[in-house]
């Protein structure tokens, strides 16, 4: 019997197929490159002094998408936040982009610049997620982080978030 695992959804850069830059994860084509899990600054670059004294909020464009081998359907998904960040000082907010499965999203021209038209969340927990739809194997659905640093902010030397999807599938 087939299934749908964690191990079939995952979280791929966004900014064109060959980009491996987070920082260059705007919006555009899927990335061939996944985003790298428990790594520090893996989406977002370390806050500097000058960043954390002035505040600021960035983005960032991912693809959630269903690599299931089995061609399953990932039925119902939902976008949330699991856990939102540990410094006081920053928050994230998340938005399932407008856009449909298997879209281009639209680009941003700098880190600085929010998408527009998004809706974005900042409650955790899937009961406080948004509509995904579904993702059919090998589809995928683009979705915006935007991380807000309060002006003062102090330093924090490992500040964390995690997000994630939830989904439900028919076994084969």
Known sequence: M????????????????????????????????????????????????????????????????????????????????????????TSIEISVATEVSDATIQTIVNEDTAPTGQTYISATGVAEGQDMGDLAAGSYRGVWIKRIVTSGATAYGSDEATIGCRGETTAS
């Open 2 to 89: 087939s299934v749908i695992t964690t191990a079939d959804i995952k979280y791929y850069l966004s900014g064109g197929a060959s980009n491996t830059d987070p920082n260059a994860s705007l919006g555009g084509v899927i990335s061939t490159t996944e985003l790298v899990d428990d790594t520090l600054h893996n989406l977002f670059a370390k806050v500097g002094a000058a960043e954390a004294l002035a505040g600021s909020t960035k983005y960032r464009a991912l693809y959630i998408k269903n690599t299931n081998a089995a061609s399953l359907t990932l039925q119902d998904i939902v976008a949330y936040i699991s856990s939102q960040t540990t410094s006081g000082d």
